[in-house]
């Protein structure tokens, strides 16, 4: 621990990367984190997922969710490094400073790691599983090594944040063909970021239409997430996909109240 490097300094976004992000709902900032500062953070985060895998059931047995990536959640409560890397107050201003708020509080962590021949990331919107209000989350997503172009970064529907739910459900071939038919009908514009480096950064809003093609290589693209809420936001009334998440990731509280439990630690200020 002695040795790693703080990821607490303070990085000013120009204005126009806060106002790309409320105009689109999502932007890219690339040397996030230097790729020697990943370097430090990166074995404890893979040795933290590795650990906490729990399907160990070979890819062809996998649904198409299963196949897109093996997700290991809240490495922050699993391990001191993972918890300074996610708990970085560099990142948490910049989820701050995107989504226009004073504070924002950790919802929070996974890895994905999406294995060699892993499947395609469905279209889904995240906050269709998130009993929370709506236009106050964001997720950081950074990639541990460097994202050639044969394997891409994640797909955006920009302008969606702004649409709300468009009713596709759980991550599935389902929810994939009817967001492709939904983008056909109105037709919004799709954007990608392309390759990425170690410390690079996507940001994407809660209801943002997102996709990532799958991995036609021989190495695993390791990915960690960090999703922040707002401070001072309230907890809504569960449609039924979103139970899951009001009774594992709020701490016990209830809707109407505010997210604040101590599985919720306000990262800014
Ligand atoms: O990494 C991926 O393939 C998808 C990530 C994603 O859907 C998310 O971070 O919300």
Known sequence: M????????????????????SQKGHTCIRGLATPEEIAYYRPSIERTANAGRYDHRPIDERDTYGQAFLQVHNLWQRDATCNAFVSARRFAHVAASLLGVEGVRLYHDQTLFKEPNGGYTPWHQDQAYWPLENGKTITMWMPLEEI??????MHFVTGSHKVGNVDAGSISDASNQK?????????????????????DATFHAGWTLHSAGPNPTLNERPVITVIFVADGTKITEPTPLQEFDLKIWL???????????????LLYP
């Open 2 to 21: 002695n040795n790693l490097p703080s990821l607490d300094d303070l990085i000013e976004l120009p204005h126009s990367t806060s106002e790309e992000f």
């Open 148 to 153: 050639t172009a044969d394997v891409g970064s």
């Open 179 to 199: 967001i492709e038919e939904w983008i056909e009908k109105n037709s919004l514009r799709q954007e990608t970021y392309g390759p990425m480096q170690p410390g």
């Open 251 to 265: 701490g016990g509280k209830q809707p109407g109240d505010y997210v604040g439990s101590s599985m919720n630690p």
